[in-house]
């Protein structure tokens, strides 16, 4: 298991170094919002724009964005990393520039000289990361992405894989719901990353698939939890208010499909917010009785901070700092390790446990089969353990219920007798027997048995 650890966070490293862009050009961007719609190329050269940086939000004030990017030194590539705005149209020195989208995300290249401008049409959240870098290092930049997308979501498929086998091998439930739950927050993750643009599909497909996986990943969460925290044992209320989630994400979901509105999809992050920070909550709460609990409290913390700064941030534009897809990466990364881990762990500890339950289960049956056949000598005169350890009737009584599988208040109930008094003739057997405990008579019975 260590060296799975230390895998893990060697395969990392090479993620992060193959996912980063740390090679971006500083250049001025200012942003102009156009409420109205109505403003045209020849007016925008006039008007008031605010500098910004990567990363800018302006929540859910949709509608007509114009971005001015100063002139470059040499040639580059621009690249706005939000594939949720589609309508963008690029100008420079009044000529329309052409935009390609072969790698998930609109880029077009900025020639030397004069500024461009780019109206973007903005129907979901007005969110604004970009990458500004030269021809050459652009390059190495989708090279290097890339690899690091094909790192993680190997990685993932090998996660996934790992928990399906567990679930059959074992049908333990967690495991399919953790494949579940994966599955689909991975596909979220790729239609951030691009993946639908490059798979042809269009945008009214997107806006299905996407918001469906976000809804139905977020159950699945719930799910999960309330499986391995046993939440419908400790806090089934809250087990029961994830019903309500269901049917709040579905009627949200709905009215999305009808109206086209964003904001019902902000509605969903909603509910995987209750779910994430409730699920979280529980956990936490449930340290001291459960050892799954802390590791799904730390795995979790790191992957829902991220999650609520992504993709309620920007909506919300409540963003302290900019968080892009490989931060989000790195915490579902953690994630992924951490629960898979406890899971390994946790399977390894319940197979001892059965282990240990079968064989006092065996040591137990061979303590009744043992009593029962002295019994049975009894019965017919012949020198058996009640005899030989001149037990008096009633402890021959109290063995018989014991060589029955009776617990020492079941005994009291059928031979009317307190459980203390019960537990004082269970005593004086062992005394007389010479043991201290049912382990050392049961090893008596056997050697009496053998003898």
């Not at 942003?31 to 990567?54: H, V």
């Not at 976000?214 to 391995?228: E, R, W």
């Not at 991220?306 to 409540?318: D, K, R």
């Not at 915490?331 to 197979?351: G, Q």
Request: charged residues 15%; hydrophobic residues 45%; proline residues 2%.
């Amino acid at each position: 298991m260590n060296s799975f650890i230390t895998l893990s966070i060697r395969y990392l490293s090479l993620v992060l170094f193959f996912s980063s862009s740390i090679f971006s050009v500083a250049q001025n961007v200012s942003i102009l919002y156009d409420e109205t719609g109505e403003l045209n190329l020849l007016d925008i050269p006039f008007e008031s724009f605010e500098t910004i940086e990567s990363g800018y939000s302006n929540g859910l004030n949709r509608g007509v964005y114009w971005l001015q990017i100063d002139a470059v030194a040499e040639v580059s590539n621009f690249q706005l990393e939000n594939n949720h705005i589609h309508d963008v149209q690029v100008y420079q020195s009044f000529t329309e520039v052409k935009t390609s989208n072969n790698n998930g995300f609109i880029s077009f290249v900025l020639k030397p000289s004069t500024p461009v401008f780019v109206r973007l049409g903005v129907q979901k959240e007005a969110y604004f990361p970009f990458t500004i870098a030269t021809q050459n290092i652009y390059e190495r930049l989708k090279i290097q992405k890339a690899v690091g997308l094909g790192m993680f979501y190997g990685f993932a498929l090998v996660v996934f894989l790992l928990n399906l086998g567990l679930f059959v091998t074992s049908r333990d439930k967690a495991f399919l719901y953790y494949s579940v739950f994966l599955v689909f927050i991975l596909a979220v993750f790729a239609h951030r990353d691009g993946f639908a643009e490059i798979l042809g599909m269009t945008p009214a497909v997107k806006d299905i698939t996407e918001p469906l996986c976000l809804s139905i990943g977020g159950l699945m969460c719930a799910v999960f939890t309330v499986k391995s925290l046993r939440l419908h044992t400790h806090y089934p209320f809250i087990a029961f208010t994830y019903w309500g989630a269901a049917v709040i994400s579905a009627l949200f979901l709905s009215l999305y499909f009808a109206l086209h509105d964003y904001a019902y999809v902000v509605g969903i992050y909603f509910v995987c917010l209750y779910i994430f920070v409730s699920s979280w909550l529980c956990s936490l709460l449930l340290i001291r009785v459960q050892r799954f609990a802390y590791i799904f409290c730390l795995a979790y913390f790191f992957m829902m901070i991220t999650a609520i700064l992504f993709y309620l941030g920007p909506t919300l534009n409540l963003q302290i700092f900019e968080v892009k897809q490989i931060h989000l990466k790195i915490s579902a990364f953690v994630e992924m390790i951490i629960i898979t881990f406890a899971i390994v762990y946790r399977m390894k500890t319940l197979d001892r446990k059965q282990r240990k339950m079968r064989k006092e289960m065996t040591q137990y049956l061979s303590e009744i089969a043992f009593l029962s056949d002295e019994l049975e000598k009894n019965q017919h005169g012949q020198e058996n353990i009640f005899t030989k350890f001149n037990l008096t009737n009633r402890e021959n009584e109290i063995l018989d219920l014991i060589a029955d599988g009776k617990s020492n208040k079941q005994i009291a109930d059928e031979l009317f007798i307190s459980i203390n008094t019960v537990k004082y003739h269970v005593k004086k057997i062992y005394e007389k027997l010479e043991v201290s405990n049912r382990k050392e008579a049961s090893k008596l019975m056997h050697q009496q048995e053998l003898g």
